[in-house]
């Protein structure tokens, strides 16, 4: 943890300096489980390495089941979209069945928004991912419904 500390230190005190170059010179690759992530300046990478390795820790996210329903479970699936309140905002509405208090109907939901997110942001990821049968049900009614 300490050289996250030293890094973001390092990138304060270039920033404060005003040595802040106005190109990147060379970017720091971070290797996801699925993918690499390349980030430039040092404050913004420091930021996401301090975030995954805290979030590995103990009661850092307060739910322990927390961190398996974010991106890159063992699914290899991309999240499903976010919802709070109020169930209106801004002229978009949460979905009725987020709303019904049914956990079966909103686990399938979200299930299905993510291979939603994740067949049309990552077809290259999508397309490495060995569907279980009811993922490939809602693939298939998803693909019927954006036909009709």
């Known amino acids: 943890m300490s050289y996250i500390l030293e890094a973001l230190k390092k990138s304060d005190q270039q920033r404060q300096r005003g040595a802040t170059p106005t190109l990147p010179t060379s970017p720091v690759a971070i290797a996801a489980p699925k993918q690499p992530i390349f980030l430039y300046y040092g404050l913004l990478a420091a930021a996401v390495l301090a975030d995954s390795v ?3 820790l103990e009661s850092v996210l307060g739910n322990s089941e927390s961190r398996m329903e974010e991106s890159f479970d063992e699914t ?3 999240e499903y979209e ?3 309140r109020p169930a209106t905002y801004r002229g978009r509405d949460v979905p009725q069945v987020l709303l019904n208090g049914n956990h079966g109907e909103i686990e399938r939901w979200r299930l299905k928004r993510r291979i939603i997110n994740t067949a049309k942001v ?3 990821l999508f ?3 060995p569907l279980t049968k009811e993922m490939e049900t809602l693939h298939d009614e998803t693909t019927k419904e954006t036909e009709q």
Do not use: M, V
Request: aromatic share 6%; proline share 7%; hydrophobic share 25%.
């Open 54 to 56: 805290t979030r590995e």
């Open 82 to 84: 976010q919802y709070t």
């Open 127 to 129: 397309a490495r991912i």
């Open 76 to 78: 290899g699936l991309l």
């Open 122 to 124: 990552r077809p290259d």
